[in-house]
T-cell receptor
């Protein structure tokens, strides 16, 4: 059973398009995250949701909009994609007071 | 701002040798320090962690040490095996509505058979 699953695994799209990445966790955690990993493997947090409420928003462009319909899901919608958005995006979840994060397999986004 | 520095960026060892990765953090409020292993094409996976009330923790071939005064923490892998080859990330975290975690830049470990 996959603990944190995100789809799609690969996404190739043209500049200017709008795309979404979905994430679901079956661990019963109350906190979910989106991270961006660039070509140099640097991992940076983008957003964090606790009980469906946005709690961390790390200076991410407005073109990125997370949505959490319930505690088990955190989706990422990206408008007007740019070349610089190409990266691997990881979803993760944790129990807020414990901190241990479990990561999904990642979505490799390529903007051409 | 908060920062985590990780060294070395690349580490190559012979199978059976030990590997040590070191990190320093800047946020004195950090109280949780996880280590992640990332294999090619996969997401980071937690391998060991340590909280600020503990100075050392060991799990089989892996150990972590924490020096809160100096804001240093380290990962030690003994008797390395080829399957230990991966990218390792340290991180420093503090509770702030779900734990804000800052990652180091990663260490690419190569274990030569």
């Amino acid at each position: 059973d996959t603990a944190v699953s995100q789809t799609p695994k690969y996404l190739v799209t043209q500049m200017g398009n709008d795309k979404s990445i979905k994430c679901e966790q079956n661990l019963g955690h109350d906190t979910m995250y989106w991270y961006k990993q660039d070509s140099k493997k640097f991992l940076k947090i983008m957003f964090s949701y606790n009980n469906k409420e946005l709690i961390i928003n790390e200076t991410v462009p407005n073109r990125f909009s997370p949505k959490s319909p319930d505690k088990a899901h955190l989706n990422l919608h990206i408008n007007s994609l740019e070349l610089g958005d190409s990266a691997v995006y990881f979803c993760a979840s944790s129990q807020a007071d414990l901190g241990v994060a479990f990561f999904g397999q990642g979505t490799r986004l390529t903007v051409v | 701002g908060e920062n985590v520095e990780q060294h070395p960026s690349t580490l190559s060892v012979q199978e059976g040798d030990s590997a040590v990765i070191k990190c320093t953090y800047s946020d004195s409020a950090s109280n949780y320090f996880p280590w992640y292993k990332q294999e090619l094409g996969k997401g980071p996976q937690l391998i060991i962690d340590i909280r600020s009330n503990v100075g050392e923790k060991k799990d089989q071939r892996i150990a972590v040490t924490l020096n809160k005064t100096a804001k240093h923490f380290s990962l030690h892998i003994t008797e390395t095996q080829p399957e230990d080859s991966a990218v390792y990330f340290c991180a420093a975290s503090r509770k702030g509505g779900g734990f804000k975690t800052i990652f180091g830049a990663g260490t690419r470990l190569f274990v030569k058979a």
